[in-house]
């Protein structure tokens, strides 16, 4: 078993995901046993089954390397995500979880313009010069999408799908974990993440 701690005001919605949803979608994720808050403090746990012992699980990090076939795998596992639960596609009803938007801007106010400033500059090594010139008009356009965004079909989206949430199984199947910003958007995010 393995257990997940969140603390400060997390919102619930990566045990509802992983208790109410994520059995209704055949991907490789992790079983979640219990998942329980505390609406005072927003603290969070989520008991899941253990994956290196389940399946042989090997996480991978930001430097890992994966062939085509994993990353068709990845592709495979979002796109069977997002056809789940596009526009009520299914009877389980992902309305408890709250907008691409909603989290965009819950995220701005804890000061996400200012690590994305902060990143241009000590990643500047390995940005395309054509992306470091383009730095003043990222931003707003990042954040001028979200009409766009909203206006757009909705499905489950996984919202953080950087090889740091991937892992592969002893048989060599890519599984996704790390749930916890979850919400309801375009499936266009997650390709694009």
């Not at 965009?104 to 390995?126: I, P, Q, S, Y």
């Not at 206006?151 to 599984?175: A, C, E, F, K, Q």
Request: proline letters at 5%.
């Amino acid at each position: 078993l393995a257990m997940r701690l969140s603390a400060g005001r997390a919102a619930p919605a990566e045990g509802q995901f992983l208790l109410q949803l994520r059995p209704f979608v055949p991907i490789e994720a992790p079983r979640c046993l219990y998942s329980g808050r505390d609406p005072a403090t927003g603290r969070s746990m989520h008991l899941m089954e253990d994956l290196t012992m389940t399946r042989g699980a090997t996480f991978c990090r930001a430097h890992s390397v994966i062939d085509r076939d994993q990353a068709e795998q990845v592709m495979d596992t979002i796109a069977t995500l997002h056809g789940t639960f596009l526009d009520g596609a299914t009877q389980h009803d992902p309305a408890f979880l709250r907008s691409y938007e909603s989290f965009f801007h819950a995220t701005v106010r804890n000061g996400l313009e200012a690590m994305h400033d902060k990143a241009m500059v000590r990643a500047a090594d390995v940005i395309p010069p054509a992306v470091t010139r383009a730095k003043d008009r990222i931003w707003p356009q990042a954040a001028a999408s979200l009409a766009l965004h909203a206006s757009s079909p909705r499905t489950v989206i996984h919202s953080d799908v950087h090889l740091g949430n991937w892992y592969v199984t002893r048989d060599g199947v890519m599984g996704l974990s790390d749930w916890a910003r979850v919400c309801r958007g375009h499936w266009g995010r997650d390709v694009a993440y």
